[in-house]
């Protein structure tokens, strides 16, 4: 710190602090007027990376020796940044389940821009969603990691920040971080303009514009930042680190300001939605970490229920009956995709789902397949492509991962008593 200007924590002191204090008077805003928990729980988590970069950063400017402590804090609440804002999309439009209905039929096209130009189409199907959340829960778990192996080999003197030298893990600690990282930032992307134009009532531009800015830029930064020492722009890597959390302190209030306009507590004031639940239960929903828990267990090890999927286009072969094990949304998200069902312009009359519990079966009613009407011209300049009016294709089968070796060829119709 002897060598530190003094002009560095003359500025990060107070941006420190404005930042903090702007931060939390915004976060008891919203948990003040709690009123949608589904969205605000992950609004909240967001909005309280400001004061960990600001703290973790100004932490690390006046006590250099135990940066590193300070800076993976600072890293391990990146990826949770990520993992929230996905879940916070996915929250708006009504859950994975709602998502695939609206979708349904709909590739991604192939483009330069998204590094997809060598692949076919990428189907909008439950698989894209499932790969989606689990590019960014992949990030949210290797990142502790990462930090657990990163104290160990510094114990040991195999660590040192901004060190690229091949005797030292930093390099490919780096290598990893940037993949694991890149991975994430590029399955967020891939999400936004898949549901594009689901997102739109929420106004989330700006929204993405100041996650990325936080997150993306200021890890690039220090990237940049390091190899300006390597390269002799910077004396040394320990001014660098100075400079490095100098910038993010000052970035901090900025990053404030900006969470001010794109999370607006006002959306939600006097909404009334949801039952009051006091400041303190507001503070512990947003904080309770089981919605994290039953998600990654979800996305890794998924529950599949057993159903009977209805096709009936008409045809030579007329109505047919598949039995398969695939997900279907249930409980709380299908109810969201009922509430939810205007904005999608009747997708649930698309597909017929019949579940098949122990107890018995049930068969849907027959209604016919509504027709999506989309404009030509908003289809060409979009990178989505509707192939759901496609009459070389009888049903749109991605969601399934189907063995009907082990079936008949015809599957007979299950009775009131529930058998067959």
């Known amino acids: ?64 020796d135990s940066s590193i402590y300070f800076n993976s804090i600072r890293e391990v609440y990146e990826a949770w940044v990520i993992y929230n804002f996905l879940s916070l999309c996915l929250a708006w439009v009504g859950g994975p389940g709602a998502v695939v209905l609206s979708l349904s039929g709909r590739n991604l096209k192939p483009t330069w821009g998204l590094m997809t130009c060598c ?40 660590y040192e920040d901004g060190n690229f030298s091949a005797n030292q893990a930093y390099l490919y600690i780096t290598i990893i971080y940037t993949f694991s990282y890149s991975l994430a930032l590029y399955a967020l992307a891939l999400f936004y303009v898949a549901c594009r134009d689901l997102l739109k009532p929420f106004n989330p531009v700006p929204k993405f514009i100041i996650i990325k800015s936080v997150v993306f830029l200021t890890y690039w930064q220090g990237v940049l930042v390091f190899l300006a020492a390597k390269s002799g722009f910077i004396k040394d890597a320990e001014e660098a680190a100075e400079f490095q959390n100098f910038i993010i302190c000052v970035e901090m209030l900025i990053a404030a300001v900006g969470h001010l306009y794109a999370f607006p507590y006002k959306e939600y004031a006097g909404a009334n939605i949801g039952g009051s639940r006091g400041f303190t239960g507001s503070l512990a929903h947003a904080v309770k970490l089981n919605d994290f828990y039953h998600d990654t267990v979800h996305q890794f090890a998924p529950t599949y229920h057993d159903y009977v999927l209805y096709n009936h286009n008409e045809g030579d072969e007329g109505t047919r009956k598949y039995r398969s094990r695939t997900f279907v949304p249930t409980g709380p998200e299908m109810d969201a995709v009922r509430k939810n069902k205007h904005m999608f312009g009747n997708k649930l009359d698309d597909i017929q789902l019949s579940s098949v519990s122990s107890s018995g079966t049930s068969s849907p009613k027959r209604s016919s397949t509504a027709q999506d009407s989309q404009n030509p011209e908003i289809m060409k300049s979009s990178l989505l492509m509707d192939t759901s009016n496609s009459y070389n294709v009888s049903y749109d089968m991605s969601l399934i991962d189907m063995d009907l070796s082990s079936y008949p060829s015809k599957v007979p119709a299950a009775n009131e008593g529930g058998t067959r």
């Open 119 to 158: 692949f076919p189409p990428i189907p909008l199907d439950g698989r894209f969603i499932r790969r989606c959340k689990q590019g960014c829960l992949q990030f949210v778990i290797l990142k502790p990691i990462l930090v657990t192996v990163t104290f160990i080999l510094y114990a040991k003197g195999r």
């Open 1 to 64: 710190m002897m060598g530190m200007p003094i002009y560095f924590i003359i500025i990060a002191f107070p941006c420190t602090v404005g930042a903090i204090a702007l931060a939390v008077l915004h976060i008891y805003r919203h948990l003040l007027n709690y009123t949608e928990p589904t969205y605000q729980r992950y609004i909240v988590r967001i909005i309280f990376m400001v004061p960990v970069y600001a703290l973790m950063s100004f932490l690390s400017l006046i006590l250099p």
